[in-house]
DNA sequence: CAGCAGTGAGAATAACATTCTCGTAGAGTG
DNA sequence: CACTCTACGAGAATGTTATTCTCACTGCTG
């Protein structure tokens, strides 16, 4: 459709620097711009979400909020689909962040992990009070309806926890045959879940599963001797 | 503001034998009518299910395909949610079954659990091709929103499972302190997640988590000696 | 037969996401 | 400065669903 002449190179993709340069400058200024709208739109959302406390806001409110408009919200964003996902992917990546923070807090390899999954425990449960990561809300839908993109998102998160199973490994501590990375994903699947699981306790027996409960089964299982 | 005359009673609620018995006469045809009408909804909800392979279908292609309408679907049911959740229940309460009978061919109680195990993962696992517990897709939507009746709908499973960790317990198979309840709560929980976790694997390094490798993790946990 | 509860058919409503139209302001260019 | 071109704002229009409402009918029961 759009071919121009190129007869020089056999990658049209690939213009000659010069010429990459030249459009870079004449669309930097366009590109920041658009950085800056996304992130009010970002910005606002969050904002949004921490208020309610819920992941069920409309488009409309998006955009009232950070004072543009639905034609702008749209040019940004393949859909409100989109929106979710980067806000997602983004307290992901901080979740990580701060649980890494608290793991390098400790010297034992176990002890990291144990630090480590505790947090994460934590920070999956749906806590009324601190708003926090409700992404956990809308993360287990998003898992259904596009898995690949949860798995880009938990990446930052899988590559710590495959670090600290890669230590622990290294020390010893962890069971024959155990790859880390392995090890890594099925212990988060397991946290996440049953973080979410452990909601809505008080009914009959008492179900409060505590974070120690949770380091006690990733690490040992339930089988003794 | 219905109150009627009752002056001989200090419970209302409760009629005269004879009274009732009348009512239930009265009633039990009109009853039988809506349960085969609710029936209906239901066999259709699910037929539809099983051909696309998802559920999200309208509430208008249940109402076409059973022969019904929407004002009678709106009679039976408080909307959709509450027939999905009847669904969801129902496929519990298969799976459950099925499970059970499956483990009831070991003799051996870790025996059992592994079958056990292993069996709920493939239910739980997004296949493409075997429709049959696609519910799977939207319990995690479903966990979030209706918390309370995702844990009704778990509870045979859950006693199931408890079972079995009672008598693995008694065998002396499970590991000290290990509560049967909690144990059998967790072990659900990791399977089930990570059963979703592992759909859309092919990325990178190869994820294709086997029952094996579930069962390994839930038993004996990811720490060594 | 009259009344009533349940029903079918389908129009009306409500909420949203998404798209489209029109008019404008600002950046880059000569 | 005048011109063009792009992104933008405001908000109307569309499309999809769930849910409710209206009207007419039907089968039963007294």
Not at 172 to 198: D, K, N, V, Y
Request: proline share 5%.
């Amino acid at each position: 459709m759009s071919q121009k002449a190129d007869p020089s190179t056999s990658t049209p993709d690939e213009q000659p620097a010069w010429k990459q340069r030249a459009v870079e400058r004449s669309t930097k200024a366009a590109k920041l711009r658009a950085e800056q709208r996304v992130e009010r739109f970002l910005d606002a959302a969050q904002a949004i979400i921490t208020e309610k406390g819920n992941t069920d806001f409309t488009v409309q409110e998006v955009v009232d909020r950070s004072r543009q408009s639905l034609r702008s919200f749209y040019q940004h964003f393949d859909g409100k689909h989109e929106l979710l996902l980067a806000l997602f992917e983004d307290a992901m990546r901080r979740s990580a962040d701060q649980i890494r923070a608290a793991a390098d807090g400790q010297d034992d390899p176990l002890e990291r992990l144990r630090v480590a999954v505790q947090l994460l425990f934590e920070l999956c449960r749906p806590d009324p009070a601190a708003q926090r990561p409700l992404f956990t809300e809308f993360a287990p839908q998003l898992l259904m309806s596009h898995p690949t993109e949860v798995k880009i998102a938990h990446r930052p998160l899988l590559a710590l926890f495959t670090e600290l199973m890669e230590q622990a490994g290294e020390a010893g501590r962890l069971r024959e045959g155990m790859s880390p990375r392995r090890a890594a994903a099925l212990t988060m699947s397991s946290i996440m879940f049953i973080a979410q699981s452990s909601g809505a306790e008080d009914h009959e027996t008492a179900h409060p599963i505590t974070s120690d409960e949770v380091w006690d089964f990733c690490s040992k299982g339930f089988a003794g001797a």
